[in-house]
């Protein structure tokens, strides 16, 4: 019986290789997308994460767990189990080994065989430069992305007028962009980036440099005592992102292992967001088992500068622009009126079962911020400083994960205190739970964070979270949360404290590798501003939406994949009647292994009640190109996605895609505004690799 059960891993096994990596970034893309519900997110770093270890698999055979956890696909548990298995049993001989481990089922060793290797090789920690040139790999990104639907700010205009308006934009509807990188391993990365958004000039104007967006980085990876260093834009992660986190995370997802954050805390920057990274330099040092993390960034932030005219020569900034845009008078006036310090420190201890860290951030501005306050927003960063220290823990003992973060925040006008303590427990293969409370004072500032959350701030939030995965048999699995959230004070839109709750439960049928099945109930109850006619005084309602989504996967055979999905939403609330929304999507992928063209295809249809009934759903593109957007109103979409592979050492994307509205003669609003039904994006992108 032991002979068939190695036999089937083995047949498994050798097709589980030849999946696309595509599955599992998507997979985890959509975690990301579900939970902020944005259209504009650069998931870059995430994806070459993947990427990277894809090609260049992880040899458990001389894994310390780091390479591990920063994967993102392994609790702190089964890692420690392999490492605890290696020590006990010697090196493993064959990958099929890892079906003695205790904490880990069939199901996550398919999950990570693209990712793992077996080898009796030492990883070697010294690098000559003749390696890193022989070894090294070059690549080049060119992307096109035109606007075809003309805009309401894009009408050719007189110059005069423009430039005594801000409806209207300097530069062209195209995206162009470019990127450069050099790479060794996880050893060495150099490279740069540049973007010109939609409205933007290009060679001339505000934008005579060329592109609106420059970044560079110079990024090494070394052994013993130089863990790394980082010169020019770079991103840090520590503890579960209540101080300091520099980059997108997971939160609530159906997989409840999103729930902690699994820091990298330091890593080269190769992103377009022109907000969420550090410019300057960067040192993690290594002694036994301590390690010092130095950085010190210095950058512009666009904002609107005021001059107080009360006293000569002082300036204040009113409000902070994230946007990165530069297209029309006003936002041109606020481009890099800001300048950013920021510098830090973190010390850990590590050995195999704890993890202890402790972190002081210290960031300042030449110009004091000054809001316009109200009574939502008095509690939020005012001044000119700040100063935040924190201190994390990860504890393994056996099959129980225990960790947290402290955070405290100083500025001249308000402290706070942000605590989070969690739990992940698996109790054997079949059956894990996570417990996560979370305590953020209305007073906590700090500007890079990701906490867990269930507003966009890591602030004003106290909360509860529970969840499970059960493996119920070989077929069927299930996955549940529940979290209990409270906001203690005002937020944006809601004029009293409030509360709220999220329900979500995931059957899983997967009785074979070609086809699966999940059905989805989600229920969120948050509170928010009431609509009610003749009341003088506003009073908050309960706003309760229901989500349901039936998934079906299948793949017909090695080339062609099938996933059809419906999505139903409803709204309700006292002050409105109750709003719907479905939507249906059937994707085809054609990807051949002797072809070199690969050929995705979409076609949905959509409707809904409003915008506030919206469905974001993922959507394939071009390598890091990401496209998650809102399907709302009445309509279809469709697009195709072709990849083109050639010489080797190239690779050619184009994608073609629209929307088409029935009962829209208008699309958008302000400068934004299309005048017609149908909305179209095209993107062409060219890859040389060598």
Known sequence: MKLIHTLIFVFVAISIFAQERNDIIQQRIEFISEQLESESIDLTNLIEQLNFYYDEPININTTNGLDLEDLGLLTDVQINDLILHRKVFGKFISIYELQSLKYWDLETIYLMLPFI??????????????????????????????????????????????????KYYYGNADRYY?????SYRTNISIGFTAEKDPGEQFFKGAQKQGFDFYSFHAFYRGGKYLKSFALGDYQIQLGQGLNLWSSYAFGKSSDILTMKRNPIALKPYTSVDESRFFRGAAINLAYKKLDLLLFSSFKTIDASAVQDSTIDDLEFVSTINLSGLHRTNSEISRMDNLKEFISGASLNYRNEYVKIGVQGIYQTYDKPLNLNLR???????NGQSLLSLSSNYNIVYKNINLFGEVSYSLNESHSGLAMLHGALVSIDTRLSLGLLFRDYDERYQTFYNAGF??????QNENGLYAGLKFKVNKSWSI???????????????????SKGHEFLIQPIYKPSRDFQIYMRFRQQLRQRNGNFEDEVITRIEDVVQRNYRLNISKKIDKYISLKSRVEVVNITRDSREKENGILFTQDISFKPKSFPVDLTLRYALF???????????????????????AYYYQGSRAYVLMRYSFLRSADLWIRYGFFLYNNRNEIGSGSELISGNKRTDLTVQLRISF
């Open 117 to 166: 290797s077996v080898d009796e090789r030492l990883d070697n920690l010294h690098i000559n430069f003749k390696d890193a040139i022989k070894d090294g790999k070059f690549e080049l990104f060119l992307r096109y992305q035109p606007g075809i639907q003309q805009k309401s700010g894009y009408r050719d205009v007189p110059d005069s007028i423009v430039e005594s308006s801000n």
């Open 178 to 182: 470019t990127r450069f990188r050099y």
């Open 375 to 381: 009574p939502y927003n008095q509690f939020y960063f």
């Open 453 to 458: 959350s269930e507003g966009s701030r890591t």
């Open 479 to 497: 996955n549940a949360y529940t979290d209990i959230f409270e906001f203690p004070w005002l937020k944006y839109g809601v004029d009293a404290p």
């Open 607 to 629: 409707d809904t009640d409003s915008y506030d009934t919206r469905i974001y759903t993922y959507e394939n593109n071009a390598l890091y190109v990401f496209s998650i957007p």
